[in-house]
């Protein structure tokens, strides 16, 4: 009798162990994200043959949709090859590292801050994103927190009619052909400035801040195009320089350090750049973020 009183006690020990730990990866699943209500984010969409870039607005209520040409061809971010851009998943899977091929190379290509990627089996359509978005083998690196929330103001947005459509103008492209008479699209340095009127952060805007790209990778130009993709977002880059000379913290990567108070563009460097924060400073006459690339 005192064995099966020890037994069922043990069990449901067992059950509310079980329960505590499934009950605390929730909580971990619902905490992780980075899709805020305050802060807008650009999504790569990457369809069977096609691509497109999704604007989510929240702070203005409205969704912008983006297709690439099919015949476009970008630079691979760590590479002097150019592939089609509706190739780059297929590239990235080959290297194992599709996300961040594909969320570099757009970006740094077009000028503009890419934060996640979303994989779809059809051609790419808001349609097919809020079809998939549910799907459990859903090839994205959004948390489940972020699909959720981010479908929840697709259906609002979508039914609402404040979906935009913008077209890339032909101004942003240079033509190629090819040796066997193909003909091939690339961003020219005009891209930029269009990026700056149309992927403005309301919320970054708002905080102008003024901020220093140090390039410390080796790598020539890396420095101007990480500048074109923040200043996209309303930040002011004021200086872009190669300092060797400078102290920064030890590894590879992005880092930044701030002398103000900028939560939202903090917000974004951390979350949509990858970039660590190492310092922070609150002097009187000094103010902004300086960002090192290493």
């Given at each position: 009798?005192?064995?099966?009183?020890?037994?069922?006690?043990?069990?449901?020990?067992?059950?509310?162990?079980?329960?505590?730990?499934?009950?605390?990866?929730?909580?971990?699943?619902?905490?992780?994200?980075?899709?805020?209500?305050?802060?807008?984010?650009?999504?790569?969409?990457?369809?069977?043959?096609?691509?497109?870039?999704?604007?989510?607005?929240?702070?203005?209520?409205?969704?912008?949709?983006?297709?690439?040409?099919?015949?476009?061809?970008?630079?691979?971010?760590?590479?002097?090859?150019?592939?089609?851009?509706?190739?780059?998943?297929?590239?990235?899977?080959?290297?194992?590292?599709?996300?961040?091929?594909?969320?570099?190379?757009?970006?740094?290509?077009?000028?503009?801050?890419?934060?996640?990627?979303?994989?779809?089996?059809?051609?790419?359509?808001?349609?097919?994103?809020?079809?998939?978005?549910?799907?459990?083998?859903?090839?994205?690196?959004?948390?489940?927190?972020?699909?959720?929330?981010?479908?929840?103001?697709?259906?609002?947005?979508?039914?609402?009619?404040?979906?935009?459509?913008?077209?890339?103008?032909?101004?942003?492209?240079?033509?190629?052909?090819?040796?066997?008479?193909?003909?091939?699209?690339?961003?020219?340095?005009?891209?930029?400035?269009?990026?700056?009127?149309?992927?403005?952060?309301?919320?970054?805007?708002?905080?102008?801040v003024d901020l220093v790209v140090n390039n410390l990778t080796g790598q020539s130009g890396l420095g101007t195009q990480v500048a074109r993709q923040l200043e996209s977002t309303g930040m002011r880059v004021i200086e872009v320089k190669?300092?060797?000379?400078?102290?920064?913290?030890?590894?590879?990567?992005?880092?930044?350090?701030?002398?103000?108070?900028?939560?939202?563009?903090?917000?974004?460097?951390?979350?949509?750049?990858?970039?660590?924060?190492?310092?922070?400073?609150?002097?009187?006459?000094?103010?902004?973020?300086?960002?090192?690339?290493?």
């Open positions: 009798m005192k064995e099966s009183s020890r037994t069922r006690v043990a069990k449901v020990l067992g059950v509310i162990f079980l329960s505590s730990l499934a009950g605390l990866l929730v909580i971990k699943i619902l905490q992780q994200g980075v899709y805020s209500s305050k802060l807008g984010m650009n999504i790569v969409i990457v369809g069977k043959e096609t691509m497109a870039l999704l604007l989510l607005r929240p702070e203005e209520d409205v969704v912008g949709w983006v297709d690439f040409p099919r015949n476009l061809k970008v630079k691979i971010y760590n590479s002097d090859a150019k592939y089609p851009a509706n190739s780059l998943w297929s590239y990235g899977v080959l290297v194992k590292n599709p996300y961040e091929v594909v969320e570099k190379t757009v970006g740094l290509s077009m000028g503009v801050v890419v934060a996640k990627t979303v994989r779809i089996e059809a051609e790419t359509s808001i349609e097919g994103v809020l079809k998939d978005l549910y799907k459990i083998g859903l090839k994205t690196n959004l948390s489940l927190k972020d699909r959720l929330m981010i479908r929840k103001f697709l259906v609002e947005t979508v039914a609402s009619k404040k979906l935009l459509e913008m077209d890339m103008p032909t101004k942003i492209f240079e033509v190629q052909v090819e040796p066997d008479g193909k003909e091939f699209v690339s961003f020219n340095s005009v891209a930029s400035l269009w990026t700056k009127n149309k992927f403005v952060l309301e919320s970054i805007l708002s905080e102008n190669s300092d060797q000379g400078s102290e920064v913290t030890a590894g590879n990567g992005c880092f930044f350090s701030v002398s103000g108070k900028y939560p939202f563009t903090e917000s974004l460097l951390v979350q949509q750049m990858n970039c660590l924060e190492f310092g922070k400073t609150e002097q009187e006459g000094e103010k902004g973020i300086t960002v090192w690339l290493k």
